[in-house]
């Protein structure tokens, strides 16, 4: 009885196993998929299919928008500042006096050394009227003649020392907030204010290397700056002559003159230059696949998506420059594309543009 207990037991249990089995392949086939093992189902695609497009090779950067000249004014002697001659955020022009000093020392230094320069020269004149009728030695001429000499020295260094009580515009350009006021005490430490020169502007920016041989002084560039859509136009006038180790890149300095003062030094811009245009195969960039050892993409053939490898080139927002690998016609799987192995059957759902 026992034995016939577990027979019958093993009957059920193989009954509703094969009943499962039955039901599984049941809806399978319902569902359209092949119930028979080793068949794999078809992956619904997006496809695009490559065709020749006219393509402007651009130089897209950021960089930095610089005046022209700049300075801070300091003094270069320590003293008390008696006068303020600039106006805060006005345009002054070169050699313009900004701030004078207190000299009154040097100055009453320098009348006596005038006084003592007009005696001398009294002097040399009757040492030289005497030496006519040898009524003096050469050697008491020379020394009244050295005398003379001596006293246009000392009145030379102090209007150099008078003029380092002043402080004039170096340049064209335009003065920025001043940090003293009339009476204070400076030092040549001391910052009296800024001055720069913003016309025209400097855009220093940085390309990759691999454009190094592409960018020439003279060429032209589109400058932006953050959060407006005016474009400004800057000409490169200085590039430098070697490559940063530390980031690969090749440092570029344009002029931009038309700018009507809506560029501010220290401004963040954004710069791109069109160095040529082609006619070149562009894809989506969704389409592009990275490997280890370059790029590969999925075509769509006959029914089956082929993997083959690509050389890519410049990218855009959206589409990315093929320069080998793909022709003119060949249709490029755009989506889908995680779960496909080469030679995967596929079919499609829709067409990319």
């Known amino acids: 009885m026992k034995a016939i207990k577990i027979g019958a037991i093993v009957l059920i249990i193989l009954g509703i196993l094969i009943f499962i089995k039955w039901k599984f392949f049941a809806g399978t086939a319902e569902n359209g998929k092949s119930a028979k093992p080793g068949i794999k189902a078809a992956s619904p695609v ?14 897209v950067s950021t960089g930095t928008a610089l005046a022209n000249e700049e300075a801070s004014l300091t003094p270069e002697v320590a003293g008390k500042v008696i006068r303020i001659y600039f106006s805060e955020g006005t345009l ?9 000093i207190n000299d ?13 320069i007009q005696l001398s ?10 030496l006519e009728i040898n009524g003096v030695s050469q050697e008491g001429f020379d020394i ?26 170096p340049f064209d350009g335009v003065i920025g907030l001043r940090n003293i006021s009339e009476g204070s005490y400076v030092t040549p430490s001391t910052i009296v204010a800024s001055i720069l020169q913003l016309t025209p502007m400097k855009i220093d920016f940085s390309v990759p290397e691999k454009y190094a041989s592409m960018v020439h002084a003279g060429d032209l560039a589109n400058v932006q700056t953050e959060g407006t859509s005016v474009v400004f136009k800057a000409k490169v006038f200085a ?14 300095r344009a002029l931009c003159y038309d700018h009507k003062h809506k560029l501010l030094p220290g401004a963040f811009v954004k710069v791109d230059m069109i160095k040529q245009s082609t006619t070149s195969i562009l894809i989506p960039t969704e389409a592009l696949i990275a490997e280890l050892k370059g790029y590969k993409v999925f075509f769509y053939r006959n029914g089956k998506a082929i993997s083959g490898t690509v050389k890519a080139g410049t990218r855009t927002d959206t589409q990315v420059l093929i320069t080998e690998g793909i022709a003119e016609g060949d249709t490029i799987v755009t989506s889908g594309m995680m779960q496909l192995k080469n030679e995967s059957p596929i079919i499609i759902k829709g067409t990319g543009k």
């Open 46 to 59: 997006t496809i695009y299919v490559a065709k020749n497009q006219t393509f402007n090779e651009k130089i």
């Open 144 to 169: 009244a003649a050295n005398e003379v000499s001596g006293f246009k020295s000392d009145r030379d260094f102090l209007t150099a020392q008078i003029r380092k009580t002043e402080i004039r515009a």
């Open 121 to 130: 020269e009294q002097k040399l004149q009757r040492q030289k009227q005497l």
């Open 239 to 252: 590039i430098e002559p070697k490559i940063d180790l530390a980031t690969r890149t090749l440092k570029i």
């Open 104 to 116: 009154a020392d040097l100055k009453a230094q320098l009348d006596k050394v005038e006084l003592q």
């Open 92 to 100: 002054v022009k070169k050699n313009t006096l900004l701030v004078k």
